[in-house]
């Protein structure tokens, strides 16, 4: 069975630019979780996707947004980058709201922004 | 709203000696407990899981995790540290239909 498969693994962006990850959950999970871990502040939440909607929301500026797709991959979208973006993204998935066995990661996307 | 604390940054052991990595939450109702370890540059894998059955958690790797609800706490331990445990811990807690908030995370450094 494929894990949750992130893409692209890195890369590099210059300030103000966009950005675009992907994230595609295990096979049958229909929730999916975005994580932004940047350098010592260990694992911020992001956005939480299920069944389409987004159920809730970190403590991000709206320039984070993403969506999920009716075949439950995502994508997690960055405007008007900022230096402090740089930071591993990690995505994951569960079988469903509130599952009790936990998530299944990705190995993450590492975004660089120069 | 439910929190986790992982009580120190690092942990330094010695190879074969025991490993304790601590962690406390804090959760209006039973939660859900869970341990994860990410090795460099990687994503978070699963270690073990607590759900309201055993209070002792078996995990991967030789690691387990007690439940203590007089304690609320929920520590990491491994008999015998091998040098491939060096990595970053994370301890999280969920509340059923609420997402998994992590702790801080705590990085083990095994040194021969």
């Known amino acids: 069975e494929a894990g949750v498969t992130q893409s692209p693994t890195h890369l590099i962006k210059t300030r103000g630019q966009q950005v675009t990850l992907r994230c595609s959950p295990i096979s049958g999970h229909t929730s999916v979780y975005w994580y932004q871990q940047a350098l010592g502040l260990g694992l911020q939440f992001l956005l939480w996707?299920?069944?389409?909607?987004?159920?809730n929301r970190g403590n991000f500026p709206p320039r984070f947004s993403g969506r999920q797709f009716p075949n439950y991959s995502s994508e997690l979208n960055v405007n008007a980058l900022e230096l402090e973006d740089s930071a591993l993204y990690l995505c994951?998935?569960?079988?469903?709201?509130?599952?009790?066995?936990?998530?299944?990661f990705g190995s993450g996307t590492r975004l660089t922004v120069v | 709203a439910q929190s986790v604390t992982q009580l120190g940054s690092h942990v330094s052991v010695s190879e074969g000696a025991l490993v304790l990595l601590r962690c406390n939450y804090s959760?209006?109702?039973?939660?859900?407990l869970f341990w994860y370890v990410q090795y460099p540059n990687q994503g978070l894998q699963l270690l073990l899981k607590y759900t309201s059955a055993a209070t002792l958690v078996k995990g991967i790797n030789g690691f387990e995790a007690e439940f203590k609800k007089s304690e609320t706490s929920f520590h990491l331990t491994k008999p015998s540290a091998h040098m491939s445990d060096a990595a970053e811990y994370f301890c999280?807690?969920?509340?059923?239909?609420?997402?998994?908030?992590f702790g801080t995370g705590t990085r083990l450094l095994v040194s021969p």
């Open positions: 994951a998935s569960s079988l469903m709201t509130g599952d009790s066995g936990g998530y299944t």
């Open positions: 959760s209006s109702v039973p939660p859900y």
């Open positions: 996707y299920d069944e389409g909607e987004e159920r």
């Open positions: 999280a807690v969920s509340q059923g239909f609420q997402k998994l908030v």
